[in-house]
């Protein structure tokens, strides 16, 4: 159990849009989000190589109605915070 009266926790969560040349890092969290939907979807299989097939992620960067972003954190406060 935490006792707030003498813990503190300080997290900064931020909301970064994913650039093209961060493109492999959104493809590769995206292999833990396809795994989860294995589970639900019997035709979603392992390749050769290990891998499930990647989504096709072009369009967050070409259309201008898909975003790309994943959510950052670091559970430190850089010094010119305080």
């Not at 931020?14 to 035709?43: A, D, G, W």
């Not at 954190?73 to 915070?81: A, L």
Request: hydrophobic letters at 35%; proline letters at 6%; glycine letters at 2%.
């Amino acid at each position: 159990m935490i006792d707030y009266d003498t813990e503190v926790y300080l997290v900064n969560i931020r909301l970064e849009r994913v650039t093209l040349e961060e493109q492999p890092i959104l493809h590769n969290i995206m292999q833990f989000y396809i795994y989860e939907f294995s589970k639900y979807l019997k035709s979603i299989k392992l390749d050769d190589h290990g891998r499930y097939e990647p989504f096709q992620l072009e369009a967050y960067w070409s259309s201008p109605t898909h975003h790309p972003f994943l959510l950052k954190w670091m559970t430190s406060w850089p010094d010119s915070y305080w």
